[in-house]
């Protein structure tokens, strides 16, 4: 069995440490559990590793948020991964602060990258793992916030919170998404 997964932000150091690069972060942590190493090939940095006799493709697009779909698409297509095995794990506005939730389909809720991923895939049934990163923001403020930095209290809870969110990825490659939304959402 052979898995996709998806790790939403933006390339580059002024990026890094946004709150819109959990994804990044989340896939980072999976690869490092793992040995896996990230190499930068067509529209993604990719590493390939195993999970109890999974093959895991974990991908950090390098096309900017807004046009991930195009990664997702083509790595799909190179690896040869059905939308059932695809996880896309992103940040989430609508989440108090370190609030993981995996839900099988939904809309994009003004989320840019789930927006082109859903074009590109034609469909928005697919799984997503959303990491909540709160809303405190004014008004108009929404891009600033979610490539902002976290707050210092948050900074010291990000850790224990990315460990939690791998734990979703074993899941979802062994028994699937609906146990794993059993196990894990709300915890």
């Known amino acids: 069995m052979k898995y996709l997964i998806v790790g ?12 819109h690069n959990i994804g990044f972060k989340v896939v980072e942590k999976f690869a490092e559990e793992r040995g896996a190493e990230f190499e930068t090939l067509k529209h993604a940095q990719v590493a390939h590793a195993k999970w109890k006799g999974r093959q895991v493709v974990l991908i950090k697009p390098t ?3 807004n046009l991930s779909g195009k990664a ?8 040869k991964i059905p939308l059932a ?6 940040d989430d506005i609508s989440l108090p602060f370190g609030t993981l939730r995996l839900k099988g389909k939904g809309s994009d809720a003004g989320h840019n990258g789930l927006k082109d991923i859903e074009k590109m895939v034609g469909t928005s049934k ?12 004014h008004p108009g403020q929404q891009a600033d916030y979610v490539l902002g930095e976290w707050k210092k209290n948050e900074a010291l809870d990000l850790p224990e919170r990315i460990e939690m969110s791998t734990n979703f990825i074993k899941d979802f490659t062994t028994i699937g998404l609906q146990m794993t939304m059993t196990n894990w959402n709300n915890k």
Not at 73 to 78: E, F, K, R, T
């Open 72 to 79: 997702v698409n083509y790595w799909m297509q190179q690896e």
């Open 8 to 19: 939403l932000g933006n390339p580059g150091a002024k990026y890094e440490n946004t709150r």
């Open 126 to 137: 697919y799984a997503r793992l959303k990491f909540g990163v709160g809303n405190d923001f």
């Open 85 to 90: 095995n695809v996880l896309v794990i992103m």
């Open 63 to 65: 096309t900017f948020m």
